[in-house]
């Protein structure tokens, strides 16, 4: 058997959910490095989609296997509809790592995983090949989706739908013959966000290219938010606080002279958050958002009081759903300034 030398790229289908795109951006692919490997996202292309866009065609785009969902949201202009946003289920992202394998050339020309035609030492590479490129596909995905919902301001992408406690209602019966007296209102949670334009998708490409990351506050603030949904209230205050103070701090140690000693950051970057909120971020913001600031200033004082009597105590007893609609509020207020 004659041998060749062949570059090995894989490739790893991936599926995500709330990931809401323009028509235009369908067969569109993004570059980015990853450590030593060359990442590529590929959108499938609008053949995905049925040639006529129909009431009854949208519908069927729901299913569960469909590559493309057609969003509900849509124009009809004489009588032919023209969608708005196309929900992609499901794309692939190719790992390159430069790596080249001597296999017998018969492989290229037979299904995958022919055995026969390989030595153990030959598939051990392969496995060890195949398992290293899942692993950095995995890293790849991760950073993208986190880019992707800062830039997007939109936490739902790539997470699972979420059924908190309060989705389900409850039925007032008859002990004695379960007869139902009394019913709950059906509830149902609709989602509603925009789709990825063709000038974000670049944004968010140059962003990847440029090895930037997500802050550390949107992550946890995004957090707090889905901890919410779920109904932990406790961990929902935790993480807003967090976001709420890693905000601040960066702000603060952003503006700081190039020529303060490595004591004095390290001074500034332990003192309590209540002299960062009132004394050394607000140094940092000009008059309209000292004015802003000003507004929540409160409630962001009750966000880190509740945080701290969770964290020394274990939990905060009285803490209702209202309070963290309140603190996720306060907590997107501040991070807008």
Not at 61 to 82: M, P, Y
Request: charged fraction near 25%; proline fraction near 4%; include cysteine.
């Amino acid at each position: 058997m004659t041998d060749s030398q062949i570059n090995i790229v894989s490739r790893k289908r991936l599926n995500v959910r709330h990931f809401l795109v323009t028509p235009e951006l369908l067969g569109l692919s993004q570059e980015f490095p990853l450590e030593n490997s060359k990442v590529k996202i590929e959108l499938p292309s609008a053949d995905n989609l049925p040639k006529e866009i129909t009431e009854e065609s949208i519908m069927k785009s729901f299913d569960s296997d469909s590559i493309l969902t057609i969003s509900v949201h849509h124009k009809e202009e004489n009588g032919r509809i023209t969608p708005i946003g196309i929900l992609v289920n499901t794309f692939d992202m190719l790992v390159d790592q430069n790596h080249t394998v001597t296999l017998p050339e018969q492989v290229l020309d037979r299904q995958p995983n022919q055995v026969d035609l390989l030595s153990k030492t030959q598939q051990k590479r392969l496995d060890n090949l195949r398992d290293f490129h899942d692993e950095v596909a995995n890293r790849a995905f991760d950073r993208w989706l986190k880019i992707l919902r800062w830039k997007s301001n939109n936490r739902l992408i790539g997470r699972p739908d979420i059924q908190s406690p309060e989705s389900g209602g409850s039925t007032l019966f008859n002990r004695a013959t379960r007869k139902r007296l009394w019913l709950s209102p059906i509830r149902s949670t609709m989602y509603v966000y925009d789709p990825i334009t063709l000038s974000l998708w670049s944004e968010i490409e140059q962003t990847l290219n440029q090895g930037e990351s997500s802050p550390v506050y949107i992550d946890s603030m995004f957090n707090g938010m889905e901890q919410f949904d779920l109904g932990n209230f406790q961990y929902s205050v935790v993480y807003l606080a967090v976001a709420c103070e890693a905000f601040m701090r960066t702000r603060v140690v952003q503006n700081l002279p190039d020529n303060l000693s490595k004591t004095v950051i390290k001074y500034i970057d332990e003192v309590n958050i209540s002299q960062v909120i009132d004394h050394l971020f607000k140094e940092t913001l000009s008059d309209e958002q000292k004015n802003h600031l000003k507004t929540i200033n409160s409630r962001l004082h009750e966000l880190f009081i509740a945080r701290n009597t969770i964290m020394h105590s274990g939990q905060k007893e009285d803490l209702k759903s209202a309070d963290c609609k309140r603190f996720i509020e306060v907590s997107k207020k501040l991070i807008e300034i």
